[in-house]
C-alpha cells in the first residue's frame, strides 16, 4: 500500500469527518489503517479537534439521538457502544441525560407492541417473558419495560 503523506492524511481525515459526525477513537482507527505513526495521528487529530471537525460532545448527542429514533436503542445499549467507542463516561451521561421521556416511552411502546403482534406463545407468562427479552436486548431498562407491559396490556395481547 502507498504511504500517503501528513497533509493527505489530514485532508483525507478532514473528508471522512464531514460525511457524517465522527469521535476520536473512529478517526483514530482510519489513521491506523492508512499507517500514520502515532505521532502524526496525534497531531491530525488535535487539528481536527480545532476546526471543529471533530467534537465528542456534539458526536454523543448526535449518535444517543440517531439509535434512538432510527435503530429503537434503549439507554443500556446505546451507553455500552458509546463506552466501546471509548467517550468521556461525563459526555455518554449528559447525552443520555437529553433523552426526551416521552419519546422513549413512545419508542419503547412501539416496538412491544409489534413484537406482541407476532410473539407465538401460547401462555400469557411466556409471551410475556418473550417482549422483556426482546426489549431487553434493544437496551431497554427491565424496569421501564415492565411498566410499559402493565400500562398498556391490552396492547400486548394477552
Not at 504511504?3 to 457524517?20: G, M, R, V, W
Not at 487539528?47 to 449518535?63: G, M, Q, S, V, W
Not at 413484537?115 to 426482546?134: C, G, I, P
Amino acid at each position: 500500500m502507498k504511504q500517503i503523506s501528513d497533509p493527505e492524511a489530514l485532508n483525507k481525515a478532514a473528508a471522512y469527518c464531514t460525511l457524517c459526525e465522527r469521535c476520536i477513537s473512529e478517526v483514530k482507527a482510519k489513521l491506523d489503517a492508512w499507517g500514520i505513526g502515532s505521532a502524526s495521528q496525534t497531531k491530525i487529530i488535535d487539528r481536527l479537534i480545532d476546526e471543529k471537525f471533530i467534537d465528542e460532545n456534539r458526536y454523543c448527542r448526535a449518535f444517543v439521538n440517531d439509535k434512538l429514533r432510527f435503530n429503537h436503542w434503549g439507554r443500556i445499549k446505546i451507553r455500552a457502544k458509546l463506552i466501546e467507542k471509548r467517550l468521556p463516561r461525563e459526555l455518554i451521561a449528559d447525552a443520555l441525560e437529553n433523552i426526551d421521556e416521552e419519546e422513549y416511552n413512545n419508542v419503547l411502546h412501539t416496538l412491544l407492541a409489534n413484537k406482541a403482534k407476532e410473539a407465538n406463545a401460547n401462555e400469557e407468562h411466556k409471551k410475556r417473558e418473550k417482549l422483556l427479552r426482546f426489549a431487553a436486548s434493544r437496551g431497554f431498562e427491565p424496569s421501564i419495560i415492565m411498566k410499559q407491559m402493565n400500562f398498556y396490556p391490552d396492547e400486548m395481547d394477552f
